[in-house]
Nanobody
Framework: QVQLVESGGGLVQAGGSLRLSCAAS????????MGWYRQAPGKQRDLVAR???????NYGDSVKGRFTISRDYAKNTAYLQMNNLEPEDTAVYFC???????????WGQGTQVTVSS
């Protein structure tokens, strides 16, 4: 089992920045991919960004150029740097992780991000 704990959410004005952290513990040797997903009220949960153990990353179209995912292997932590935030980015952000072929096997509890206009 892998436990994921997110932190760093909050309230920010449009144009501002936040950095989310996701700390992994437990059977971390099994984790190949770590990623961030978000879910706004009444909407489906969508990919924001994910990064593999080799450092390959991909992003949702709406965040390209504004968000950056990174990973600190020594700390078993993934980060999501969010710049130029927009009200449409308001959502609960979830960290996910998993082995090859099952990148969302494990989920964190989520952290709220609210962007005011």
């Amino acid at each position: 089992q892998v436990q994921l704990v997110e932190s760093g959410g909050g309230l920010v004005q449009a144009g501002g920045s936040l950095r989310l952290s996701c700390a992994a513990s437990g059977s971390i040797f099994s984790v190949y991919t770590m990623g961030w997903y978000r879910q706004a009220p009444g909407k489906q949960r969508d990919l924001v960004a994910r990064i593999s153990r080799g450092g390959n990353s991909n992003y949702g179209d709406s965040v390209k150029g504004r968000f950056t995912i990174s990973r600190d292997y020594a700390k078993n932590t993934a980060y999501l740097q969010m710049n130029n935030l927009e009200p449409e980015d308001t959502a609960v952000y979830f960290c996910a992780a998993g082995p090859v072929g099952d990148s969302t096997r494990y989920w964190g509890q989520g952290t709220q991000v609210t962007v005011s206009s």
